[in-house]
């Protein structure tokens, strides 16, 4: 398994809730823990927790009305 | 006293029209004298009134037949919105007709199940054509009524996301609301959307007719994003929610609908970071409880190792050091036997009881074939040394 950080413009929400999803597997799959490599993923997975969490706060939503294109 | 404006025939002709233009009318009557002119983009029919019969001849274009989704026969009773004009080629008068619609709920039902049979057979409702909504969407693409509750129920229910939401007005009662949603669809069809979003409340089935409309199912159908509807409805539902790919009936689903993925995501999330790190603690202190278990159990085993060795050593020790004398003992006793044996054997010993020892030129003689005349011999006795020759 190999985890990309997320990138500064922005995180894909899909992407980073499967990554999370394949750290709590790797360490539900994995009862003799490799301590640094489980430390690693803990490391990631505070980015990803972090960056999902900015992306999921409260965020004011943008409304726009558009005017209808004249039918030809 | 102004002298009255005199017109050319074409231009008075336009003045009329142009006041009649504003005449704009529902008009209801009975279909006759269809003319399609096949390859042409008009068609021409009159419409009769059923009462005294009086007639009037219409112009329509075929699109907007087309768009009203209406099946032209004779004697069909429709109402057309229409303006009157006067042909300037022949001053012929007719109603320029811009839409028509069926009449009677009876024939709308017609309609309606004709319409739902045909597109069925063609695929149009499969469930295998259905794209999922984003779980995530961003970018919405709204259209139904500005004024009316359904749009405040949407947006006093959509979560605080960042939703990018372009909205376009439309009409959504009658089939007046057909051109109307057409050009909001082909409005937002060039929009970078992830989700369209079509919404009204509910109402009767010729409330519906708009989202009855083939052309306006064909292009939900064709639309290039995932299509959400939330048309309220009673009995039957409109054809529109089913070519969409989802179908709700209240904005308020809708909304709910928009914001579910996100409002998981945040529980996601909070439930995956508990887990990473109380899977991550336990481990961590089982690994340390285990090393720290193994220590002490390695402590103690290393302990009564280290009493093992230390016990084995000292009787080595003891065993070495009585070893040792031994071995001195044996090559003292071994030396002293050899130094006897030597002794008594020794040839100065054996000398002084009348033995003699002869040499020539340093080597002892065994053999008298060792000595040739005139060899010069040293007879070796114990107290002495004679020198002598062979003669």
């Known amino acids: 398994m190999t985890l990309k950080r997320p990138t500064e413009k922005g ?12 750290i709590v ?30 992306r999921l706060s409260e965020i004011e939503n943008e409304f726009k009305e558009i005017k209808k294109e004249i039918q030809k | 006293m102004n002298t009255p404006e ?20 529902k008009i209801i009557g009975e279909i006759s004298a269809i ?14 009134d059923k009462k005294d019969q009086s007639i009037a001849r219409c112009f329509m274009w075929k699109n907007d037949l087309k768009i009203s989704g209406v099946e032209l ?85 959509i979560g605080k996301f960042g939703f990018e939401i372009s909205f376009v007005d439309s009409k959504v009662e009658g089939q007046d609301a057909i051109k109307d949603l057409l050009s909001a669809i082909k409005t937002l069809k060039n929009k970078n959307l992830d ?7 509910g109402g009767s089935l010729e409330s519906f007719l708009a989202f009855n409309n083939e052309t306006l199912v064909r292009e939900v159908a064709d639309f290039p994003v995932p299509v959400l509807t939330g048309i309220g409805h009673d009995k039957d539902i409109p054809l529109i929610s089913l070519v969409s790919d989802k179908n709700v009936s209240t904005p308020t689903a809708v909304s709910n609908l928009l914001n579910s993925g996100w409002k998981e995501a945040i529980s996601d999330v909070s439930l995956y970071g508990e887990k990473i790190f109380s899977y991550f603690q336990s481990s961590i202190f089982d690994t340390f409880r285990l090393a720290e278990d193994t220590l002490l159990r390695e402590v103690d085993s290393i302990g009564s190792r280290i009493k093992i060795i230390s016990e084995g050593l000292s009787y080595d020790k003891k065993n070495l050091i009585v070893g040792f004398e031994n071995i001195q003992n044996s090559v003292s006793e071994f030396l002293r036997e050899s130094g006897k044996t030597i002794e008594l054997s020794s040839p100065e010993r054996q000398l002084a009881h009348g033995y003699s020892i002869i040499k020539n030129q340093g080597k002892i003689i065994k053999s008298v074939k060792n000595v040739k005349r005139g060899d010069e011999l040293d007879i070796m006795l114990s107290d002495g040394i004679i020198h002598s020759k062979s003669i």
């Open chain 1, 11 to 22: 995180t894909n929400l899909n992407e980073t809730l499967k990554k999370l999803k394949q």
């Open chain 1, 25 to 54: 597997n790797w360490f539900e799959e994995n009862e003799d823990l490799d301590v640094e490599k489980g430390l690693e993923y803990v490391k990631e997975g505070a980015i990803l927790i972090k960056a999902s969490k900015e």
């Open chain 2, 6 to 25: 005199i017109f050319s025939v074409s231009q008075y002709l336009d003045k009329v029209n142009f006041v009649l233009k504003g005449e704009r009318a």
């Open chain 2, 35 to 48: 003319q399609m002119y096949d390859g042409r983009s008009y068609l021409y029919f009159s419409i009769r």
């Open chain 2, 73 to 157: 026969r004779d004697g069909l009773e429709v109402i057309v919105t229409a303006y009157p004009s006067v042909y300037k080629p022949n001053g012929g008068f007719s109603l320029q007709v811009e839409m028509m619609e069926m009449v009677g709920e009876g024939a709308l039902q017609l309609a309606y199940e004709e319409l739902k049979k045909k597109l069925t057979l063609k695929g149009l409702f499969d469930e295998s054509r259905k794209r999922e909504i984003p779980k995530f969407p961003h970018k919405i693409g709204l259209i139904t009524s500005k004024s009316g509750a359904v749009i405040n129920d949407f947006l006093s229910n």
């Open chain 2, 195 to 201: 989700v369209l979003v079509i919404m009204r409340g």
